[in-house]
């Protein structure tokens, strides 16, 4: 297990107990290492926001085709039948 | 009938799932935005978010609500409405388990941050995004994005968080603002 895997597991509390002795250990003596861990930490986050943008995009688009396609005219006329 | 997420992931795309939900709830929660006064815009806009924190919800913690997703997305939808048009001075009280769907806001990531790593990275962030928050398996994000088989995947996924993690980084010691 490299260090981005190592990094890794201990986000997602997957470390089994050596290892996350190890990790801790690591995370005292190796500054570097735990400047690692925060950047990738960031990373995470960083992923997620994209996620979470992709979705968002994914959603507008599906609900685009539910208004315009005419397949989905009955769940339409149900919609607008709300608004009139 | 609403699609469980986690038993369909491997048989629905996620599009279907959003066209089911659809399907299935926004009706109820257009009637309800209309009776409060609000536009089908207003709705749609309450549904969008609403979905966003359903599906986060259910990938990070595989939330399967006891009295069905389409129910607790309906209340999702109506926190979120209170909440837009607080000063209607309205409340609704939350049952456990919604209260539970509704999710923190995010840490603030710079848009500017975001949006370099999409023009330099954009192949490496679909890759973890498509791991981590779709949550596909390794086999899934091969045939996805074209590797010769899981292993691949895998070693280019690794590849991938350390160009991101990396790219934090350089930003990091170059004194870039990464909060808005």
Redesign the interface.
Known sequence: M?E??LI?KYLFKRLNVEDQLFMEAKLLTDPEFK??LK??S???????????????Q???S??N??FSELRFQN?RA??FK??K | MVMIIEEKKQLNT??TI??EL??AT??EV??FV?KMGG??ADA?DIF?DA??IY??KNLEHNFVPERGHSHYLKGISKHLWYKKFRTRKQNVPLTKEISTLLVEE??K?SSR??YF??LSGKRC??L??AF???QLNMKEIAQRFGFSGERSATAQK?KC??K??????DH?LNKED?YE
């Open positions: 490299n981005t895997q890794e400047c690692k950047w990738q960031r990373a995470h986050e960083i992923v997620k926001a994209h996620g979470q943008k992709i979705l968002r994914e959603i507008i599906v609900e085709r539910l769940f149900t919609i709300i608004f | 996620r599009e959003i066209i659809y399907k926004f009706p257009a009637s209309h536009s089908l749609k969008q979905l966003v599906f986060q995010d840490p990531i941050l975001l790593l999409e962030l679909d973890l995004s981590y928050y779709e690794y968080l350390e991101i993690r990396n790219a934090v980084r990091e990464f």
